[in-house]
């Protein structure tokens, strides 16, 4: 048989039978405040050991103040700011869901805050995650799920990936190169013979 070590007091003993109400019922707040008035005092919890650098040495409070800005805090689940090496490759992740509006004509997405000003517009904390492919209650796999041929390592390959996207973006291109082939190189002489009377 396995030892579980020490296990606290129950909050509740029950009765021998079934029938019998609880024969005792402990409330910690009431022990606590009862050690309190008592004679002998409790000792007061360690003081924490400071925290130590690489070398040893305890943290100065400049290098304690950057460790609180490495995360969000609590409050926010300790979401972390992405390291400076990171930054372009999630900017280029971010970027993709911000143009999101190119690529669906009928959808109109509000603005972002930080749109139009590079990486500095990038939010100082947050993460990208990944969709955990979920199953049906029975078993088997969701139909929302993407086939494991479809599933690709960013947001930015899946976009490329995307047959209907890919159709979108090309009816969008050649629009924009017949617009601006109205307007580019060799169309003057034809735009000047326009000009010219027919007699």
Not at 44 to 64: D, F, H, R, V, Y
Not at 138 to 161: I, P, Y
Not at 162 to 176: I, N, P, Q, S
């Amino acid at each position: 048989m396995l030892d579980p070590g020490y296990l606290p007091r129950p909050y509740i003993q029950l009765g021998a039978t079934r029938f019998d109400g609880p024969s005792s019922v402990r409330d910690p707040d009431v022990e606590l405040a009862a050690n309190a008035a008592s004679s002998h005092s409790v000792p007061a919890p360690p003081i924490p050991p400071p925290e130590l650098t690489k070398s040893g040495k305890p943290l100065t409070k400049k290098q304690k103040k950057e460790l609180k800005h490495i995360t969000s805090g609590p409050d926010w689940f300790d979401l972390p700011a992405p390291a400076e090496a990171d930054l372009p490759r999630l900017y280029r992740e971010v970027e993709a869901l911000r143009l999101r509006n190119q690529l669906d004509s009928k959808r109109f997405y509000k603005k972002d805050e930080g749109e139009g000003k590079g990486i500095k517009g990038l939010p100082k904390y947050f993460a990208i995650g990944t969709i955990i492919p979920s199953t049906t209650p029975f078993g088997t796999a969701s139909g929302d799920n993407l086939t494991r041929a479809n599933r690709k390592r960013t947001l930015v390959d899946e976009l490329v990936d995307d047959a209907e996207a890919k159709r979108y973006a090309k009816k969008k291109f050649e629009d924009l190169q017949s617009a601006r082939g109205a307007k580019g190189k060799n169309t003057l002489r034809a735009k000047q013979a326009l000009r010219k009377g027919k007699w």
